[in-house]
């Protein structure tokens, strides 16, 4: 009996010794830190690849409005630059009180060489006083060079007009490089406004005030404060970035503003000389127009004068005889062939001069407003844009595509709009004309000097919004390719081992299980995943973030085409 005893007590002092080592080496081990991982539940969305660009609010259909009365004096102006018109109301009137002179002297003309003819067709026997003929010659000669004189100072005059356009042309360009460096400045100004913007959104996230606050959006206190003036060092990298991002806009919009000065100080310098060589165009018109008058009196007045010599020459030659009555009928028949000639010529020239004068007023051809009117009442036309009519009931966008992503861009693909008039409302679009050949003008949406050849785009506005108006600019993403309703991760939760694609799921943000998997299409931040093991639900383990951004902080940097909801 004692010796029982004897092996409980060892057996009972060795248990005791084992388990006070146990927890005296618990004790002194350094106890192992547990790292809670963070993690992101596993979400359908609809993922979409974008291409990003600007374009300017046009209207649906346009018309530009000019003439061929080059050289007409502006008689009448019925609207004005604002104004709505329907199609076929009056716009301008063209004064053709000296087309209508010349139509008159020409159907006088015409007219007298019909009886001319008529005479001819019914003399029976020649009975004409050769010395009358005689003397209507020479009063016709001399009319005749008197009105060849007339012409030949003209086409002088004409001929010796010259143009210097090299300072129009220097002031010209000088203008145009103005207008390239404002247009430039604006572009980088609104890229701006949008990364400010941004960084504001941040900022008001976590400063309210002068207050700071947490990720719930309460106030911390600044007994709390880690920092000296900051909460954290979050809240004094939001805080700097804010700061850098406003002093950058505030920047470019001094110099948006700056360069808008300079156009407008040179717009009077440009303008002059725009007028002055409009002048001296107009004049030039005007010399070219009386040239071609004197150059038109100046053949009637040989055709009357050949005619009148041919039928004098003829009636020299008559004879009373009948064959001398049968050379001299035939003469006449030459003679009514030529005056035939005449009045076929004659015609011709009526029909253009009534055409000129038909065309004299020009009238609306659409319903819409008028954007640009570029004619005043007493201007002589040269022959430049008259009036431009838009329609402003309904808008459309054009933009401008560098050639290395118009491949990509089809009809029918929806684009998501942005207007500064619309704040944070996001429009829809769709893509219904793209340009087959190159644009060869400069191309303001893109903001680039590239050299790349760029291709116009329209897109249809879908959502209807009556803060719109013509010449805004618009902020686009066209919508290259979408999937809806699939399984994504972000793409920083995505890993690569032996060339294959692999993330790191866990339920209780400590453990993790690996799950290898294929991706599909990749936004900016969500990647779809395919995988059978892969559920909607699960939680993804989420790398450690720089700087310590948050999920969704580092989503709003990525921008709206990552993934959707």
Do not use: W
Request: proline share 1%.
């Amino acid at each position: 009996m004692k010796k029982r005893i004897t092996k409980k007590r060892i057996f009972l002092i060795i248990f005791i010794l084992i388990i006070g080592s146990f927890f005296i080496s618990k004790k002194l081990t350094p106890k192992e830190e547990v790292i809670n991982l963070e993690s992101e539940k596993i979400e359908k969305r609809t993922i979409a690849t974008s291409i990003s660009t600007t374009g300017t609010i046009v209207p649906n259909s346009s018309k530009t409005l000019s003439s061929l009365l080059q050289g007409s004096q502006i008689k009448k102006v019925y609207v004005n630059e604002g104004d709505y018109v329907y199609k076929d109301d009056m716009i301008c009137e063209f004064d053709v009180s000296a087309i209508e002179e010349s139509l008159n002297t020409l159907k006088e003309s015409k007219k007298e060489l019909e009886e001319q003819k008529n005479t001819s067709k019914n003399t029976s026997k020649p009975n004409i006083n050769l010395n009358e003929i005689s003397s209507q010659i020479i009063e016709l000669e001399n009319e005749y060079n008197k009105s060849k004189e007339n012409y030949e100072e003209k086409k002088k005059e004409y001929d010796n007009f010259n143009i210097n356009d090299e300072e129009f042309n220097k002031i010209s360009q000088e203008y145009n490089k103005r207008y390239e460096a404002l247009s430039k400045a604006q572009s980088l100004y609104y890229e701006q406004l949008d990364i400010f913007n941004e960084a504001s959104q941040n900022y008001n996230l976590y400063f309210e005030d002068k207050n700071q606050l947490n990720d719930n959006g309460e106030v911390i206190k600044k007994e709390d404060y880690k920092l000296k003036d900051f909460a954290t060092q979050k809240h004094k990298d939001i805080y700097e970035e804010y700061i850098k991002e406003k002093e950058k806009l505030e920047e470019l919009e001094d110099d948006m503003n700056e360069k808008d000065k300079k156009l407008s100080e040179y717009e009077n310098t440009y303008n002059k000389a725009l007028d002055d060589i409009n002048n001296l165009s107009s004049k030039k018109e005007n010399l070219e127009k009386e040239t071609n008058s004197a150059k038109i009196d100046m053949e009637f007045k040989k055709t009357k004068l050949d005619l009148l010599k041919s039928s004098h020459e003829n009636q020299k030659n008559t004879t009373n005889t009948i064959n001398s009555m049968v050379d001299s009928l035939s003469n006449i028949t030459d003679t009514t062939n030529q005056i035939d000639s005449t009045i076929k010529q004659l015609d011709s020239e009526i029909k253009t001069l009534e055409s000129q004068i038909e065309k004299s007023i020009i009238k609306a051809p659409i319903d819409g407003v008028i954007t640009s009117l570029s004619v005043s009442e007493g201007n002589i036309y040269m022959g430049n844009q008259i009036a431009k009519i838009e329609d402003n009931e309904g808008f459309c966008i054009e933009a401008f595509i560098d050639e290395y992503d118009i491949p990509d861009i089809k009809e029918g693909m929806e684009v998501l709009i942005k207007t500064d008039a619309t704040r944070d409302e996001e429009l829809t679009g769709e893509i219904f004309d793209i340009a087959t050949t190159a644009y060869e003008g400069s191309t303001p949406s893109l903001g680039t000097s590239s050299n790349n050849a760029t291709y116009k785009i329209k897109i249809k506005i879908n959502t209807i919004n009556d803060r719109l108006r013509l010449g805004m600019n618009a902020r686009l993403s066209i919508v290259t390719n979408m999937v809806k309703d699939v399984i994504t991760v972000p793409y920083i939760s995505i890993h690569e081992e032996n060339d294959k694609k692999y993330i790191e799921i866990t339920k209780d943000n400590i453990n993790t299980e690996k799950i290898y998997i294929e991706t599909g299409i990749e936004g900016n931040y969500y990647v779809e995943v395919k995988s059978d093991n892969v559920k909607e639900g699960m939680k993804v383990v989420i790398p450690e973030l720089e700087k310590d951004l948050s999920i969704d902080e580092l989503i709003n940097q990525m921008g709206s085409s990552g993934g959707l909801k």
